[in-house]
């Protein structure tokens, strides 16, 4: 008897362990069926007139997902595209995933032939920009051109740049009406960055930055412009009504690029001279003499010079390269000096923008070598 009751206790158990683990299972799909069930999370994008009030569409988009592009129709303009920013300040990228309600807004300008000329202006190893001189010289490899588009202007330039090159587009020496960094629609393509900003915080001074160029190679320039959108920062502490057009911007003006693979060349061989400049021993103007020149010996550079208390200054470059000469771009500054050289740091101080700033009145003898970009300072 004893031995039945325990054969039927554990048959017992057995039949509730087996109930018990259908009804967990059952639980179980009943909750994947709930969740399957629940909606994708997903988020707003809101397209925006260019008053950046107006809403023109809304498309609820799932987290993660990307929303379509259209064209939006409005009477008398011309749509310029879409824009992340009411003040128009970079494009819409519609390869962005969406993870948050998002803003987008229209462009729309009217339409004004752009009866101006543009060029590349700049310095560098390159061909083009080591005649250019920073836009001193502009001739027919530095012009753009102008398609034969109905209704737009656009102009296009294709040709070598080298690794340091910087530049912009103008449409004189005197880089009137300049389209630098911030008008470039991107930087990188597939996870490859092209180009650097050179100098330049905040919105207005990144588009009128220098555009440094990361990766060698032959490349095709787009310069969209809308002359019609032009606007001039007369609230700039050193506008004049004369020199304007160096306060010229627009918030519609794109420069789009390809790049089409290697150089057909390496770049020109040019000769590195180093100059001193700075408030008080040339005016901040670029004096190449002998007296502001470093002399070079085995690699290594070296000036003396008689500076002021209190003067700033750094060195630039002067590129040689036959009869073209170019300013530049490599700049020796107070971060050149090692931290620990206290001697050197015993003769100057840290000024704006990590320029130099003698310490006292005296001969002062500068020791430059550009392989470890190192600068040495004695002074008496």
């Not at 683990?21 to 809101?46: L, M, P, R, W, Y």
């Not at 412009?225 to 794109?254: H, L, M, S, W």
């Amino acid at each position: 008897m004893k031995k039945g009751k325990t054969g039927l206790l554990v048959a017992t158990m057995l039949v509730v362990a087996v109930l018990g683990g259908c009804g967990s299972k059952q639980e179980a799909d009943v909750s994947i069926a709930d969740s399957q069930n629940q909606e994708a999370e997903s988020f707003t994008v809101t397209f925006y007139d260019s008053d950046g009030t107006t809403v023109l569409d809304t498309k609820e988009v799932v987290a993660g997902g990307y929303v379509e592009e259209f064209e939006p129709q409005k009477e008398g303009y011309t749509f310029a595209g879409w824009y992340g920013t009411p003040q128009m300040s970079h494009s819409f990228d519609f390869g962005t995933e969406i993870t948050a309600d998002t803003s987008i807004f229209a462009g729309f300008v009217s339409y004004q032939e752009d009866t101006r000329s543009w060029a590349i202006v700049g310095s560098g190893s390159s061909a083009a920009l080591i005649e250019s001189n920073w836009g001193k010289v502009i001739n027919d490899i530095h012009l753009m051109k102008k398609e034969d588009v109905e209704g737009a202007n656009v102009y296009t330039i294709t040709l070598d740049l080298m690794q340091g090159d910087e530049f912009q587009f103008a449409i004189d020496t005197a880089w009137s009406d300049q389209r630098g960094f911030g008008y470039l629609d991107s930087i990188e393509k597939d996870g490859v960055e092209y180009f650097v900003n050179s100098g330049g915080l905040g919105e207005t001074k990144t588009r009128k930055a220098n555009i440094k160029v990361a990766v060698s190679g032959n490349y095709s320039f787009t310069l969209t412009t809308y002359p019609g959108e032009d606007y001039y920062d007369t609230k700039d502490a050193y506008y004049t009504e004369a020199g304007k057009e160096n306060f010229n911007y627009n918030n519609y003006d794109r420069i789009t690029w390809t790049y089409n693979g290697e150089a057909a060349s390496s770049g020109v061989e040019y000769q590195t001279d180093y100059y001193i400049k700075g408030a008080v021993i040339t005016g901040w103007e670029d004096i190449y003499t002998d007296e502001t020149k470093f002399v070079e010996q085995d690699g290594v550079y070296t000036l003396t010079i008689a500076l002021t208390e209190g003067d700033e200054f750094l060195f630039t470059t002067l590129l040689t390269n036959g009869d073209n000469q170019s300013v530049g771009n490599e700049y020796v500054r107070y971060i050149n000096i090692a931290a620990d050289d206290s001697d050197s740091l015993a003769c100057v101080t840290e000024g704006q923008s990590a320029n130099m700033v003698a310490a006292k009145d005296g001969t002062y003898t500068f020791t430059y070598n550009p392989e470890t970009k190192v600068l040495q300072v004695s002074c008496q």
